[in-house]
C-alpha cells in the first residue's frame, strides 16, 4: 500500500493563479502520522499514526474523540460521504464501522481473507468497496447485516484505489495487475478497461461531469481516460523517480491537486494543483510535510506536519 512519503514537483506547466492559503486549524497531535483524512464537513480528523493506533480528534480545537490502539493493527481508515461513520480496515481483515455521532453502535465484520489495504465507500455511504491485499476487491451493501454483493478479480495483487461515478452507476477499480477496470454497479458486470499502463496505479477520480477518469500512479503522471470507452484522453508527461499518491478534484470546480512522491523518500510530500481544461499548474504552498489533501464543502484542504503539529489550510 502506497502512503505519503515524500515527493518532488512534476507537472512543468504554466503557472495558475492561487490565492494565499486559509489556516483553518494548528492541532497538535499525539503521535507522529502517517496520513490523515477528514471527515466531509471538516469537523473530524482521524489521524493514521506511524505506529499503526488511529486518533480520532475534533476540528478545530483538537480534542480527542477516540482512539484505536496499535495492537489492533489498524491499516486503512476513510469517512463515509454524509460523515455518520467512520470506517476502519485491520491486518486480520476485520472492517469495522464506527458511528461519528454520540449515539449508535459500532459494526464489525470479517471483510477480507487478509489485511485490510483499500476502503472506499459509494457516494451513497451505503455501499463499501473493500480492497485485502494481494485479493480480489469485495463489494459490501451496509445494513443491519453486511452483505457481500461482489468479488472483482485482479490477475495478481490486490486493489490500490477506487472511484464511483457521480450518478453511481459505474465502478472503476485500479490494481496491482496495472489494468484499470469499469464495472457496471447493477449487474457487476465489467463493461471496459484500459490495460495501457505499464505500472501500478494509486489514485482514481471522477470529474465533476462523469464524463472523464483522472489516474496516477508509479508511472509519475496523470493520465485522463474517457469514462464510457475507457480510452486516454490526455497524458501529462512523466517525471522519472516519482510517484503519484493521491489525487483530490473539488466537486464544483475543474481544479485537481495531486501528491507526488519520492521513491528515494528523501524529500517532503509536495500537493500540486492544476485545471483540467487550461493545463496550468502550481505547486501549493504549506506549513509542513503534506499529510492528506481533502474537499471539504468544495474548497480543498491540505494537511500539513511539522513534528506533532498539524496545520489545515483552506485553498480558493
Not at 512534476?10 to 496520513?35: E, G, Q, R
Not at 459494526?107 to 485479493?135: C, H, M, N
Not at 477520480?205 to 462523469?210: F, H, I, K, N
Not at 512523466?238 to 519520492?262: M, W
Amino acid at each position: 500500500m502506497r502512503r505519503l512519503m515524500a515527493v518532488g514537483l512534476v507537472l512543468a506547466w504554466a503557472s495558475l493563479a492561487m490565492a494565499a492559503p486559509k489556516t483553518i486549524a494548528d492541532i497538535m497531535l499525539p503521535c507522529n502520522p502517517y496520513y490523515h483524512v477528514l471527515s466531509p464537513d471538516g469537523t473530524q480528523l482521524a489521524v493514521h499514526c506511524q505506529g499503526s493506533e488511529i486518533h480520532v480528534l475534533s476540528v478545530p480545537a483538537g480534542k480527542e474523540l477516540a482512539s484505536i490502539p496499535r495492537e489492533r493493527k489498524a491499516n486503512a481508515v476513510t469517512y463515509s460521504p454524509d460523515g455518520k461513520w467512520l470506517a476502519v480496515g485491520f491486518g486480520d481483515g476485520t472492517v469495522d464501522l464506527f458511528p461519528t455521532a454520540a449515539s449508535g453502535s459500532a459494526k464489525s465484520w470479517k471483510a477480507g481473507p487478509r489485511r485490510i489495504d483499500q476502503l472506499y465507500f459509494f457516494p451513497d455511504g451505503k455501499t463499501l468497496v473493500v480492497g485485502p491485499a494481494d485479493e480480489a476487491a469485495r463489494v459490501w451493501a451496509l445494513g443491519d447485516t453486511e452483505k457481500l454483493l461482489a468479488t472483482l478479480p485482479f490477475e495478481f495483487g490486490g486493489m490500490n484505489a477506487a472511484a464511483v461515478s457521480p450518478d453511481g452507476k459505474t465502478l472503476v477499480i485500479a490494481g496491482d495487475d496495472t489494468a484499470v477496470r469499469f464495472y457496471d454497479t447493477t449487474t457487476w458486470k465489467k463493461t471496459s478497461e484500459n490495460r495501457e499502463f505499464l505500472l501500478e496505479s494509486f489514485a482514481l477520480s471522477y470529474t465533476p461531469d462523469g464524463k472523464q477518469v483522472l489516474v496516477g500512479g508509479a508511472d509519475a503522471r496523470i493520465t485522463v481516460l474517457d469514462a464510457a470507452t475507457a480510452k486516454r484522453v490526455r497524458q501529462a508527461a512523466p517525471e522519472d523517480g516519482y510517484y503519484i499518491v493521491e489525487l483530490a478534484l473539488q466537486d464544483k470546480a475543474s481544479r485537481a491537486a495531486a501528491i507526488y512522491v519520492d521513491d528515494t523518500g528523501h524529500k517532503p510530500a509536495v500537493a500540486r494543483v492544476w485545471e483540467l481544461g487550461s493545463a496550468k499548474s502550481e505547486a501549493l504552498e504549506t506549513h509542513g510535510t503534506i499529510t492528506g489533501v481533502n474537499v471539504v464543502n468544495g474548497k480543498l484542504w491540505v494537511g500539513s506536519q511539522q513534528d506533532k503539529k498539524l496545520t489545515l489550510a483552506e485553498y480558493e
